[in-house]
């Protein structure tokens, strides 16, 4: 039973969790409070689950800690929208300003491998031009890592995850084969590929972090995917690749810890201003784990609100905050939609929800607002259909119900758009506290101008792309966002940035931060496969730079 | 429900969907007047679903957890935020009608709901909250996914419904797997798509 998960850590007495085998445990080599281990990561998602592995790979000794449960995919995740809201991370938070961000499984996890064991799986590399946005196109803030060296992590991060996707993707320069042959297009994608044809643009199958043919390594075996369709709500099936089916198993095999149901509250400091470890809660009480690194990878919401939580005397604006940056420059993605009916059924809840994209506008430098877009076909499931039609239209009563039964004939896509960075978009602390006693993160969100020219232009285009395959009944669905970024920028310059290139603080050399809080933009781009790119860079450049004694004591 | 014990539900679907059909039918959350007055918006925004309830729904999830765990300016956390929006409801009937929510008329029910939904002013007592963010964020947002998470509203808008382990093998646009519902227009006529669909499990 999954609720067991909650109830207890399952992670102990020298033991974890086996996920890609029913019933199956794995040693794990543990370390004491006292003990002062290399590196103690927070959060397990794309950041910490890919560094926890790469890390304990090269040798380090790794405590990785996550305050969501440790879930069991293919004994306890059920088909079903409710019953999966415990990976979600629902814990009381405040939204507030112009355009309150919605909060949840668009943008939050809360279990042992974070976000990825909801995410949609869409891995998609950032444009070249993007890691230099101000300097090349004039907005934003440019990234401090050049596109080419990211070339190569992305193709890492892609070979580590066996990406399934199309033989030659359309734009962008060229990149190598994916390692697995794309999924075939269900009948949400088909349209997609008809509406960008109709309409002259390009369109390819969208590269996917599930299996599209079986895995098998020294770890466990992955079956491919049965296109269930309940990828968002968690995978049942394990041929999801995400950090808990593949960087956890990883990162318990080269020796590392993980521990589930550890929710950190602090990270203290030392009188040299050193990090020195971590304050977390497991068991029903506080502990204290002495770590010589501390990484912080918690997303754009848990991150800084854990820095500014840290806050002590020596550091009274939070760790890492002598820019005064940390929370600031929030960014989501656009999320808005065009919806239509098809006469045909379309049964779009079959198969991966974005099977196929276009990232025409991504690509596309003539427009008058900055940033890009692409889209994606959708698969809504029954709840999150309900509240298309309850969000964008207000229906309710015979209305809604009666609307609701045309649920297999409606296709649509939906954009994942740039939002600019704006220092007035920011995560601080809010008086309510959460049931570790813990000051709650206060999102503050408002669109910009730039935002909304956007969502304006998108919404036209898609709204061509539906009408182009003779839908009817054509709406849009203006309001909506999904993934964050920024908060922890990085960046070469001390004063208007908080971490380097290698998330590494300007102020404590012993913190660093690795997850979508370090994006100085978003791109208009889904962000995990640049997060894992990032991790795989970071933990590498960590062990470059223990070879010649630049970590705090800490050389292999 | 016929195919709760096929390869297409697993066991912690059957699980979850058991405890939902099965959800204590008295409150425990709400008070019994606030029950009432939830039962009767339940029935506004989702018409003739008797078992099981909504409110009973509503009411466990309230019980059980603080459901979606953000609050804006406007509406607190989801208890809190149920808790003032039912009590305001009956404050609104009895301000313009002289007895609470559930003893109006469904015509009465309604016009009050749509005021609240037009952002006009009401006679209750709203406190902080903000109605017409409570009935966007609370009534839309959580009645109607009670109901769609039940197996009858999936049977009714022909969702194929839980697959997992078995999956679905034919994704291509207007293609039916065994498993799922055929329709009337595209599958045949009446007749035929009835016997088909007495052996769809």
């Not at chain 1, 502990?287 to 754009?300: C, S, T």
């Not at chain 2, 329709?183 to 009835?194: A, C, I, L």
């Amino acid at each position: 039973m999954w609720s067991d998960a909650l109830n207890a850590p399952r992670a102990r007495d020298g033991k974890a969790p086996d996920v890609l085998h029913q019933g199956g445990w794995v040693e794990m080599r543990e370390y004491r409070d006292t003990e002062e281990v290399d590196f103690v990561i927070v959060g397990t998602g794309a950041g910490g689950g890919t560094l926890a592995a790469r890390l304990a790979e090269q040798g380090f000794s790794v405590v990785a800690m996550d305050a969501g449960g440790w879930f069991r995919p293919i004994e306890e995740f059920a088909s079903d929208e409710t019953a999966q809201e415990m990976i979600y991370w629902n814990d009381h938070r405040v939204t507030d300003g112009a355009n309150p961000l919605t909060m949840g499984g668009n943008n939050s996890g809360k279990a042992i491998g974070g976000s990825t064991v909801h995410y949609a799986m869409v891995a998609l590399r950032f444009r070249p031009e993007w890691f230099k946005s101000r300097t090349l196109l004039g907005y934003g803030a440019d990234w401090p890592i050049d596109w080419r060296e990211m070339w190569h992590w992305y193709a890492e991060a892609e070979r580590q995850l066996s990406i399934a996707g199309p033989l030659s993707y359309p734009w962008g320069p060229k990149r190598g084969r994916y390692p697995f042959r794309a999924h075939e297009l269900n009948g949400a994608a088909k349209l997609l590929a008809e509406g960008a044809q109709k309409t002259g643009i390009e369109w390819t199958e969208t590269p996917l972090a599930t299996l599209s043919a079986p895995y098998r390594d020294a770890n466990g075996t992955s079956p491919p995917c049965v296109y269930r369709g309940f990828c968002r709500f968690g995978c049942s099936t394990n041929a999801k690749r995400s950090s808990l089916t593949v960087f956890i198993p990883r990162a318990l095999a080269a020796g590392a810890e993980v521990r589930d149901l550890a929710m950190v509250g602090k990270i203290e400091t030392g009188p040299d201003g050193r990090a020195t470890g971590v304050h977390y809660h497991r068991d029903g009480e506080w502990r204290f784990q002495k770590a010589k690194n501390v990484i912080v990878a918690g997303y754009a919401v848990e991150t800084p609100r854990l820095l500014l939580n840290s806050a002590n005397d020596r550091f009274p604006d939070g760790l890492a905050n002598s820019s005064g940056l940390v929370g600031k420059n929030l960014m989501t993605q656009s999320n808005s939609a065009v919806w239509g009916r098809m006469d045909t059924p379309v049964r779009s809840y079959k198969g991966p929800p974005s099977l196929a994209i276009s990232e025409h506008w991504n690509y596309d430098d003539n427009n008058d607002f900055h940033g890009g877009y692409l889209w994606l076909g959708q698969g809504p499931m029954p709840i999150e259909w309900a509240g298309v039609l309850t969000g964008a239209k207000g229906l309710w009563g015979d209305a809604l119900r009666e609307e609701m039964r045309d649920y297999n004939h409606m296709v649509g896509v939906k954009m994942v758009g740039e939002t600019l960075p704006n220092e007035a978009n920011r995560v601080t602390l809010a008086d309510d506290v959460d049931q570790y006693g813990l000051k709650v993160a206060r999102i503050t969100f408002s669109y910009g101008d730039n935002d909304k020219a956007m969502i304006d232009h998108a919404l036209q285009q898609m709204r061509a792309s539906i009408d182009a395959v003779d839908a009817s009944d054509i709406f849009d669905q203006p309001d909506d966002n999904c993934h964050l970024g920024g908060t922890i920028r990085m960046g070469d310059d001390p004063t208007t940035s908080v971490v380097n290139a290698d998330g590494r603080s300007w102020d404590i050399p012993n913190l660093w931060v690795c997850d979508g809080s370090l994006f100085p933009t978003v791109g208009g781009v889904n962000p995990s496969l640049t997060i894992y790119a990032l991790a795989l860079r970071m933990a590498d450049r960590i062990g470059e730079m223990s070879k010649r004694g630049e970590l705090y004591r800490c050389r292999m | 429900m016929a195919r709760r014990d096929t390869q297409s539900w697993n066991e912690p679907t059957r699980q979850a969907i058991d405890a939902r059909l099965s959800v204590p039918r008295e409150p425990r959350f709400f008070t019994v007047e606030e029950w009432d007055c939830a039962d009767a918006l339940c029935q506004l925004i989702i018409p003739g679903v008797i078992d099981p309830p909504l409110v009973a729904l509503l009411d466990a999830a309230l019980h059980d957890g603080d459901g979606h765990g953000t609050r804006t300016q406007t509406v607190p956390y989801r208890r809190e935020a149920w808790r003032q929006g039912v009590n305001a409801l009956d404050s609104c009937a009895r301000g313009s009608h002289g007895k609470p929510f559930a003893q109006l008329g469904k015509d009465d029910q309604s016009a009050l709901l749509e005021t609240i939904q037009r952002g006009e002013p009401t006679a209750g007592q709203w406190g902080a909250m903000e109605p017409q963010d409570f009935f966007k964020r609370c009534v839309l947002g959580d009645i109607p996914a009670l109901f769609y998470s039940l197996p009858q509203a999936w049977n009714e808008i022909g969702f194929g419904g839980p697959a997992s382990p078995r999956g679905y093998v034919r994704l291509e646009l207007g293609h039916r797997d065994p498993w799922e519902a055929a329709e009337v227009g595209p599958d045949g006529d009446s007749d035929t798509v009835e016997r088909k669909n007495r052996h769809v499990v």
